[in-house]
């Protein structure tokens, strides 16, 4: 069975960092296109970045572009999210999303990231 696991979770200051995982099985790591998404309360889900685990190229929102770094070991089947200049309205949870190179669509439970001083 398909399994996203998110980890890397948890309080931190404005300012600060944080490097976020998904541990990935049941489909094949390497030819899919993996996603990070956020829902902070009371807001709509929304695209964080993605990265096209056969060549590598990434895409980014722009509210995380220059403070995010999605990257793959397709070796361990994991996909990372390293974010710096953490803001109050990073705070969300943080969803790990896969699509595999047969279109099917995978969502992971999902990690929280609070922004707080």
């Known amino acids: 069975q398909v399994k996203l696991v998110e980890s890397g979770g948890s309080l931190v200051q404005p300012g600060g960092s944080l490097r976020l995982s998904c541990a990935a099985s049941?489909?094949?790591?390497?030819?899919?296109?993996m996603s990070w998404y956020r829902q902070g309360s009371g807001k709509k889900r929304e695209f964080v970045a993605a990265?096209?685990?056969?060549?590598?190229?990434?895409n980014y929102a722009e509210a995380m572009r220059g403070r995010a770094t999605i990257s793959s070991d397709n070796a361990k089947n994991t996909v990372y999210l390293e974010m710096n200049t953490l803001k109050p309205e990073d705070a969300a949870v943080y969803y790990c999303?896969?699509?595999?190179?047969?279109?099917?669509?995978?969502w992971g439970q999902g990690t929280q990231v609070t922004v707080s001083s």
């Open positions: 999303y896969a699509q595999d190179d047969y279109g099917a669509e995978y």
């Open positions: 049941g489909f094949t790591f390497s030819s899919a296109t």
């Open positions: 990265i096209f685990t056969p060549t590598g190229a990434t």
